[in-house]
């Protein structure tokens, strides 16, 4: 059994008393020590999916349904306080912006204590000392120094060690990161990605990494999910995703990727906007932009089946060829 | 080619002030004895990341900020010498998409009026009817429709806005835009559409523009050259097309390295260490020298001047690479 | 290349947005019925008055709500609830003209500390600051005992007491405004300072003080009636509820009706106009939601 397995997973939400499905049916499991990346962009429902799993939707308003698995307990039918009690020990959430995510009245060492504090019963010093070591893990010189230190003395790199640092220090099993990198200048980008690797191959636990950027997600993960308007796309391992993309939406988007050394002219676009969760059009949500879109397209939404090469994909353009 | 825009010795620094009786606590030169021309019809790439400088530039350009030193000739009129008047004028000439379209709209205004904004500044006036005929063209030109001059900014999408943006720029027939990180808030799809947008646009209103993008692969795929700035300086001057081949200097270096490409193949090598240091006390060497993996001895003593490379870039490094 | 998708909002102004959210807000709704009242009897006084509200009957003074005066009669027999319909005309028209003149001067000063900054900011903030230190019935007492007392001294009282407010919300809004890329851009087509103050600035840093405002005409009713009750405003006849509700302390025990109703009409009229203030405070943040 996976260590984490999504299914069917769903969010409604009532806008003007009508109902809006911003995340449609998503499945897919992970395995301890894996990381995958979720990939899409903005409206696609990535971020989403992250906090459905945290059981975090429910708190906007957002209706759950489907079924999370993770160590073998449904998150979504346990109660708020059991959930409360998983998220920062066994689950740790990384937020995207780490200059809002840590409060600035606080000394940082103080506050990656207060998580080590809420669940494990430990003495302040043997705390410190064990905050300490995980700072020092995460490559953050002085430690003994930062810890004293409040978030505005500190440059977006560190506040960002900081963040993880707090998400690590109850030694969670799995991590979720969204848009860890985002807010950071490309050197930095480049080290705390790197980061995020060592860590989840030293301690061997699993992360989910949800982006925009396809570039972190062939540095350092193991597998991928494509998501668009809600929808999951494509998943499949790195290897097989970034050589023969299968969905065409998945194959556009990496047209659209500049590069060092590519001619002027030559880059791709996809015309037209994502449509939003609240007029998605019938069938394949990417139809109306897709060059390879056919009658069936229009009408019914593909599922995600798995073709040759274990890769899943949700087009029919694979479904014709399995019947 | 003749150049367009020739910059010279331009500086700007900020002091900064704290406390109770806002004292002086320090200067952050932003942008530093920076020296650059731009050929007509050219794109020029402006990289580098935070605290470069590489905005500040843009606002000197237009003279939205005061430099303090150096002279910025466009056209053959140095623009510094132009009282305010002239200079009001003059702007119709020189334009700025800026990196937040979320922003760049006031809100109360639907897109038609924000459209209709330029040509009142600038005096312009229309024939009756002649007005709506040139803003649903204007739209056209960056792939709207006349419908969404009848939008407001919050109705449409981030990628929407920046063609908006960039139609309210091009009202007045600019010869030269500046393009501030004009696809840093959006997603990547998107971003390439602008770009195609901006590319066909160049070609067909033969535009030049100054781009600035903190995104290297992208700042060598759209442009012709590209400067590399770092802490206010430029240390790199180069043709965009070898900046992947032959960078000459070890942050352009860096720089390229730190990009992480769509291929799980080519995972980045070696990553540069640390963070941009503080822009106070900046070093006395070479600015980069404090992260430089070749520095020497001499890098942290002595300030390397912006000297010619083979290909006819320009270098500011004691060691270049090639 | 034309985008396909057409906007796939129904373009909606700012105005419609508001007043579509208005009409969702139950506390919101109560506040407008409650002004709408007070505007209509403002206006409709002369028609709606059952009795003259100046005629004396010194026979019938001091009299019980019965059925020909409903809330009885004032100590010199006159009709309370034609005094008390009249009454709203001069609480309305005091709050609207008192609350436009520091709203104006509040707009003016602030605006101009806020774009310019520097010197003239710390002026003027300075002003305000000792203007906002006071408290807003002593500077209306000392004016109306410079000017005189009367209506119009009142209204000018009243907006010279409460101008600080408005400009430092209007000061506050347009240091953060200033900064906005939209004005940035502006500024970049090579608009003058004045279009920029006139056209982007100030109509962008309204809202917060249509919501000052809103509440601000509660609070000068309030100071109004204080002033009346001081003998300091509107003089007899004219029927100001303050005024009336002083008169009705003399015979407190004997007649409780002649100070208990205008005081209820002071009451119902201030929290329509709060509630309506409050309801706007959620409505007015337009800009902030991307999509409605």
């Keep these: 059994m996976a260590f984490l397995e999504v299914k069917d997973l769903e969010v409604e939400f009532q806008v003007d008393k009508k109902p809006v499905i911003p995340l449609k049916g998503i499945s897919f499991e992970m395995n301890e020590g894996e990381v995958l990346g979720i990939v899409g962009e903005t409206g696609s429902g990535k971020s989403l999916t992250a906090h459905a799993i945290m059981g975090l939707s429910a708190m906007s308003g957002g209706k759950i349904r489907g079924s999370v698995k993770f160590a073998g307990q449904s998150l979504l039918d346990l109660s708020e306080k059991a959930m409360q009690s998983i998220r920062g020990s066994q689950i740790a959430f990384i937020p995207q912006n780490p200059m809002t995510s840590l409060d600035p009245v606080y000394r940082v060492g103080d506050q990656i204590m207060e998580g080590l504090l809420n669940h494990a019963d430990l003495s302040k010093s043997k705390a410190k000392q064990q905050v300490l070591d995980i700072m020092e893990k995460l490559n953050i010189p002085k430690a003994e120094h930062v810890f004293q230190q409040y978030p505005h003395e500190l440059s977006g790199g560190l506040k960002q060690r900081i963040v993880i640092a707090m998400g690590l220090c109850a030694n969670p099993r799995l991590l979720i990161a969204d848009e860890p990198t985002t807010a950071l200048d490309v050197t930095v980008q480049a080290q705390i990605v790197r980061l995020f690797k060592e860590i989840t191959v030293s301690k061997g636990i699993g992360l989910l990494l949800i982006t925009h950027d396809l570039g972190v997600i062939a540095q350092i993960c193991d597998k991928v999910a494509v998501m668009y308007a809600g929808n999951l796309v494509e998943l499949a391992r790195i290897e097989s995703l970034f050589g023969s993309p299968r969905h065409p939406y998945t194959q556009a988007l990496l047209n659209c990727i500049p590069s060092i050394g590519m001619k002027q002219g030559s880059l791709a676009a996809i015309y037209g906007n994502v449509p939003s969760a609240t007029d998605c059009p019938d069938g394949c949500p990417f139809h109306p932009r897709c060059p390879h879109s056919f009658s069936t397209c229009e009408s019914t939404m593909p599922t995600l089946i798995q073709i040759e090469g274990g890769a899943k994909v949700a087009c029919h353009l694979y479904q014709e060829n399995q019947e | 080619m003749e150049n367009l825009v020739e910059i010279s010795n331009l500086s700007v620094s900020f002091d900064v002030r704290a406390g109770l009786f806002l004292r002086k606590i320090g200067t952050i030169k932003a942008v530093n004895e920076v020296s650059f021309s731009i050929k007509k019809g050219e794109i020029l790439g402006v990289v580098g990341e935070s605290g470069c400088g590489k905005s500040t530039l843009a606002r000197l350009l237009l003279r939205l900020i005061e430099p303090d030193s150096g002279s910025i000739v466009f056209n053959g009129n140095d623009i510094l010498q132009m009282p305010r008047k002239k200079l009001q004028q003059e702007r119709r000439h020189m334009q700025m998409v800026f990196q937040d379209p979320y922003s760049a709209m006031d809100p109360r205004y639907t897109i038609f009026r924000s459209l209709c904004e330029p040509f009142q500044i600038q005096n312009v006036a229309f024939a009756e009817g002649e007005r709506r005929k040139k803003i649903d063209a204007l739209l056209r030109l960056v792939g709207l429709n006349p419908e969404h001059g009848f939008a407001y900014p919050h109705a449409l999408s981030g990628g929407q806005k920046q063609r908006v943006d960039i139609a309210r720029v091009l009202a007045l027939s600019p010869q030269f835009i500046i393009l501030d990180e004009p696809t840093a808030a959006l997603d990547v799809s998107v971003q390439a559409q602008i770009i195609k947008l901006l590319e066909g646009l160049r070609e067909r209103l033969n535009l030049t523009f100054l781009f600035i993008s903190h995104d290297l692969s992208l700042v060598s795929y759209f442009c012709d050259r590209v400067i590399v700035m770092y802490l206010g300086r430029i240390v790199e001057n180069i043709a965009a097309d070898s900046i992947g081949k032959r960078p000459h200097h070890p942050y352009t270096q860096a720089l390229i390295e730190s990009i992480f490409q769509p291929d799980p193949s080519q995972k980045s090598s070696t990553i540069l260490e640390g963070e941009v240091p503080s822009p106070f006390n900046l070093p006395l060497g070479c600015v980069f020298s404090s992260r430089c993996k070749y520095v020497q001895p001499i890098c942290r003593e002595q300030r390397p001047t912006l000297h010619k490379t083979e290909e006819g870039g320009q270098v500011a490094c004691h060691f270049p690479l090639y | ?292």
């Design chain 3, 1 to 292: 290349m034309v985008d396909a998708q057409v906007v796939e909002k129904k373009h909606k102004s700012p105005w419609t947005i508001i007043l579509k959210r208005l009409s969702g807000n139950k506390m919101g709704v109560i506040g407008t019925i409650l002004i709408l009242c007070l505007v209509l009897v403002a206006i409709f006084a002369p028609i709606l008055e059952p009795h003259s509200y100046k005629e004396q009957h010194i026979e019938n003074m001091n009299a019980p709500p019965s059925v020909n005066h409903l809330l009885g009669t004032d100590d010199l027999g006159r009709d309370m609830l034609s005094r008390i319909i009249r009454g709203a005309r001069i609480s309305f028209v005091v709050g609207v003209l008192s609350v436009a003149i520091s709203v104006l001067i509040g707009v003016v000063i602030g605006s101009i500390a806020g774009f310019y900054g520097g010197v003239i900011d710390t002026v003027l903030t300075t002003i305000a600051d000792l203007t906002w230190s006071m408290p807003a019935i002593l500077i209306a007492l000392l004016l109306v005992a410079i000017i005189g007392a009367g209506l119009e001294s009142v209204i000018i009282a009243i907006g010279l007491s409460y101008w600080a407010q408005y400009a430092r919300l209007i000061r506050g809004q347009i240091l953060s405004l200033k900064s906005a890329t939209y004005i940035e851009a502006t500024r970049a087509l090579g608009a003058s300072n004045y279009v920029i103050l006139f056209k982007h600035l100030i109509p962008n840093s309204l809202s917060p003080v249509i919501v000052a405002a809103t509440i601000g005409i509660g609070n000068a009713i309030v100071l109004e009636a204080t002033l009346g009750f001081l003998g300091m405003g509107a003089q007899p006849p004219t029927p100001s509820w303050g005024a009336m509700m002083s008169n009705g302390t003399a015979y407190l025990f004997i007649s409780p009706w002649v100070i208990i109703f205008p005081g209820l009409a002071m009451m119902i009229t201030v929290l329509g106009f709060n509630l309506f203030g409050d309801a706007l405070i959620d409505i007015m943040d337009v800009k902030n939601k991307e999509s409605i």
